[in-house]
């Protein structure tokens, strides 16, 4: 392993988990879908610079998909949704920003501490990835469980699933199935929360969370 | 001789997927529950033809001693349910909840759930296993919402969140599994087919393993509804079509149980491994325990027998995690056994909420007297998941308990705890619902034919309270070794 290319993998998947962290502040919807993008250009060159230097050409579909599919074509559908649902307003932010980010901070410290150790034997660019990417599924979590809106739920989620990729990429000759379920679940799921995402509106005319955590099934008489 | 095998497992993927996209081009309702019955009657003869020619494993696909069996079960149950089906469609036709559009949507995507299901068994690898859970999942959250109402909304979105978590914390797993194969094996598909991965265990990385371990239990226990992970499951189960519920609790249940031990036994073939038993074992009881308490404050039917499926996934993973030829048995005879009696159960539901018009329990009286047929149903299939005898499910739980006692006499104190927790409330339940004086609405009950695979399901759950085929106990002893 030469020490640049290693270094500039090390640097794009440590990337991925300061945008995760970024993600985890942002108090506007617009401003938390457009760091979405981000979090998903900063993987597509991840994934590209994998496929580089495993000369995996088969990752560069994965990095591809990132880029078009998850950079540009789900945030701008994202902001479509808002502006037609008419939801454009600040988040509530559960606990506050603070306590987010000391919990974020935590979060990847142990993802850390948890998985160098258990990764001695896997290569480095592996273990470094694979470290990172649960650092940036463990802060998806934290988004998720944190937000009371569906759109920052979605976004949530689909950040999660970035770190997957990631820790896909990293795992070397991986075969190419699961990135491309993985893209096309992502897709299946774009077309099921939008239609969520309308249905909601209808019913409850309102994407907040807790206008449905109100509802049960089982308190109805 | 293998050519016939490899066309049968082709047919078992190729005529729901097919069947599936014709039904999305089929309006006429009529015919498209007729071809939805006539293709899942195709898939379970080609799936019983396996028991005499098995095809060749590729990197992909394979049929082994383990998965067979199980598939046939996925086949003859997606069978039943598909008659049942026909026959609760049409109702809810009549009386408006459902339009056509939703019913030419609803056919389709009932093959595609077999599809994905028998896509799951069939898997050899790792990663299609994981998408064809991952299908499945999206396929049931479309089911549940199909009503659209605010219930079976919010019960939809409380699954595909929880279900699309529990599916990403898999897929992380499923990675760190290649990643401890792939040194050992090397780089490729071989490094995820399952038989690849079991010859080679021994020489895993014990460490990465055990991490793969706790992330795919979480991952894929939370779709086989195991408590703390199992709050869709009442949801989904109650505000989707009856037929869903049947399938949702008598298979897709089962298929999260079946990844679930396709990787305890990966974990059992390494000798420095974390032992899965005592996680199982926990997640077990606490599912039994948790269900058996939650039982006495259900006002729905549908939530009540919901519960009954998490109490039940809970003692076939007791049984799993205490392993051994007798308790793996008798797991495995659970797992057929709640299958059959819990989906004839949901047929027995789904006719008396359409007759009764209502899901509530202090609405459902004295069906036994009103309709003779569906009331003596209901309370043969809640005798038997209640664990009575003469029916199988008592053979499966004696099983389980006395392996306990035999070996852990500790566990079966909470073991046996819960059992008579949910005994107790079912039958008090059942005694409600089932006798006393009817009031209410009550339109007459469904015609006899439609209420065919319930009777079918119970006669055989009946049956196998006395006598099992040879083949199959044979079947059950051979898996039992190879659990581990």
New interface residues.
């Given amino acids: 392993m030469h020490g640049l290319e290693f270094d500039i993998a090390h640097f794009l998947a440590g990337g991925m988990v300061v945008v995760s962290l970024l993600l985890l502040y942002q108090d506007r919807l617009y401003a938390l879908i457009n760091v979405f993008a981000l979090h998903s250009l900063v993987l597509a060159l991840a994934v590209g610079w994998q496929a580089y230097i495993q000369e995996a050409h088969h990752l560069y579909v994965t990095a591809g998909i990132a880029l078009v599919f998850k950079a540009l074509f789900i945030p701008a559908a994202l902001h479509r949704i808002i502006q037609q649902l008419g939801i454009h307003r600040a988040l509530d932010v559960v606990g506050g920003v603070g306590r987010d980010l000391l919990a974020g901070a935590a979060l990847v410290a142990l993802a850390i501490l948890v998985m160098l150790p258990v990764t001695v034997g896997a290569d480095a660019v592996a273990r470094e990835d694979l470290a990172f990417s649960l650092a940036v599924v463990l802060l998806g979590l934290l988004l998720m469980i944190n937000r009371q809106n569906a759109v920052s739920l979605v976004v949530g989620f689909m950040s999660l699933e970035n770190g997957l990729v990631l820790a896909a990429a990293g795992a070397r000759g991986m075969p190419l199935a699961v990135e491309i379920s993985v893209a096309f679940s992502v897709l299946i799921a774009l077309i099921v929360i939008g239609i969520f995402l309308f249905r909601i509106r209808e019913r409850f005319d309102s994407v907040d969370m807790q206008a449905m955590d109100a509802f049960r099934g089982e308190r109805r008489r | 001789m293998s050519t016939l095998g490899l066309t049968a497992m082709t047919a078992l993927l190729a005529v729901p997927a097919g069947a599936a996209l014709l039904l999305v081009g089929l309006s006429n309702y009529r015919r498209g529950a007729r071809l939805n019955v006539g293709a899942a009657l195709i898939s379970l003869l080609a799936s019983i033809t396996l028991f005499w020619t098995r095809p060749d494993a590729n990197v992909y696909l394979r049929v082994d001693d383990f998965n067979i069996y199980l598939i046939v079960l996925n086949n003859l149950v997606s069978f039943t349910t598909s008659v049942f089906s026909a026959g609760y469609i049409a109702h809810e036709l009549e009386t408006g909840r459902l339009t056509p559009k939703y019913l030419r949507f609803y056919h389709a995507m009932y093959q595609a759930l077999v599809f994905a299901m028998n896509l799951a068994f069939l898997a050899n690898?790792i990663?299609?296993l994981?998408?064809a859970i991952?299908l499945a999942t999206?396929v049931t959250?479309?089911m549940v919402?199909i009503y659209?109402t605010?219930?079976a909304?919010?019960?939809?979105?409380k699954y595909?969140?929880l279900g699309?978590?529990g599916?990403?914390l898999a897929?992380?797993g499923?990675?760190?599994v290649?990643?401890a194969a792939?040194?050992v094996i090397?780089?490729?598909?071989p490094?995820?087919a399952w038989d690849q991965l079991l010859t080679h265990a021994h020489a895993f990385?014990p460490?990465?393993l055990?991490?793969a371990f706790i992330f795919l239990l979480l991952g894929y226990g939370t779709k086989a509804g195991l408590v703390p992970l199992h709050a869709w499951l009442?949801?989904a189960h109650?505000?989707g079509p009856t037929p869903i519920s049947a399938v949702l609790s008598g298979l897709l249940l089962n298929v999260a149980l079946y990844a679930v031990l396709r990787f305890k036994m990966l974990m059992s073939a390494h000798p420095q491994a974390l032992a899965p038993g005592p996680l199982m074992i926990g997640m077990g009881l606490l599912s039994l325990l948790f269900a058996g308490f939650m039982f006495y404050r259900?006002?729905?039917i549908k939530?009540l027998f919901a519960y009954s499926s998490i109490e039940h996934m809970g003692i076939i993973t007791f049984a799993f995690g205490m392993g051994g030829p007798l308790a793996n048995f008798a797991g495995l005879l659970h797992m057929t056994m709640h299958s059959l009696t819990k989906s004839a159960i949901f047929f027995a539901v789904g006719h008396i909420s359409q007759v009764k018009g209502t899901q509530r329990i202090s609405n459902i009286r004295g069906l036994t007297a009103t309709h003779p047929l569906l009331g003596w149903g209901l309370a043969a299939g809640v005798v038997a998941i209640a664990g009575m005898p003469p029916f199988g499910v008592f053979m499966s739980e004696f099983l389980v308990v006395s392996s306990t006692f035999a070996r852990e006499p500790w566990l079966a104190l909470p073991l046996v705890l819960g059992l008579l927790l949910g005994f107790g409330a079912l039958l008090w339940r059942l005694h409600g619902m089932a006798f006393g004086e009817s009031h209410g609405a009550n339109a007459p009950g469904p015609s006899p034919i439609s209420a065919l695979p319930m009777i079918a399901h119970l006669a055989l759950v009946f049956i196998a309270g006395f006598w099992l085929p040879g083949p199959l106990v044979v079947w059950f002893q051979h898996v039992a070794v190879l659990l581990g």
């Fill in positions: 690898n990663g299609l994981w998408v991952e999206l959250v479309l919402g659209r605010r219930a909304l919010e019960a939809a979105w595909f969140i699309s978590l599916i990403a897929l992380f499923t990675i760190m290649y990643l792939q040194p090397g780089q490729g598909l490094a995820m990385d460490a990465l055990n991490l009442p949801d109650a505000e259900r006002g729905d939530r």
